[in-house]
């Protein structure tokens, strides 16, 4: 049964990093992130997710596509935990090769390569090494179209692509609750499918001075809600690598 929004609600609990030993020790995932091309928004969402699950022990790349606006659209320094690797095109073969690349190297600890794409190339040829997705949504009616459009191609696509959605931008949980049951049940009346939620993240001063400030939210108020909110959707993700999901 996939993770529904209900079953995250509730994981606001801090707790040490663990270290995995044995085979999971040795675990890559390769995670595709849809962000539409200067989206300043999705972008430092997506940043501050990699910040958090580096911080966990998990080690962790972040590709940068090559674009005109890959330096204003990425925050210009990275905390330690983080690596960042800049990639030449942004197509999706080109991506791809370089998250395998990333990925295959041997590492002591589980690896998690993050891979920001531009939406629009989901769905071309060359997207196929996608098998691990996560969306990200706001609870407008036209985002969520959007969004549960792309979900349904996708996952009608790739029989094997796991999906999971993150509701941002959201002032109540029931927003976040109604706009993924909405999505979901839209999706699996299309494809059968299931998709997986990776929590909110709600909108607030703390979102927004981290977008001015090119920061990390634990850094600025690390007991706000959205930087919270996203330390869950961070914990989350790393299981799922634990799990094996997007193996590389």
Known sequence: MARNLEEVLHYFLEEEPHSPEGPA???AGILAVSVPPGDLLRA?????????????GISTCLLV????????LWPPADPGDLQRL?????????????AAEVAAK???RPALVWVPIPTGVLLEAGAEWIRWLLLLTTPRPR????????AARLLTRSPALRLGVLVHGVARIRQARA????LAATVEARTGRSVWSYGLAPEGLDLYRALAGRSHLSGLRPEGGAARALRDAARWI???LLQGFGGA
């Open 65 to 72: 596509p090559g674009a005109s606006d890959a330096h204003t």
């Open 143 to 150: 985002d969520l179209a959007r969004s549960s459009e792309l």
């Open 106 to 108: 041997p590492g002591r």
């Open 238 to 240: 790393r299981e799922d």
């Open 86 to 98: 800049e990639v030449a095109g942004s197509g999706p073969e080109e991506l791809g090769r370089a």
């Open 179 to 182: 706009a993924f049951e909405s």
């Open 25 to 27: 020790a040795q675990r």
């Open 44 to 56: 430092t969402l997506v940043w501050n997710l990699a910040v958090e699950v580096a911080g966990s």
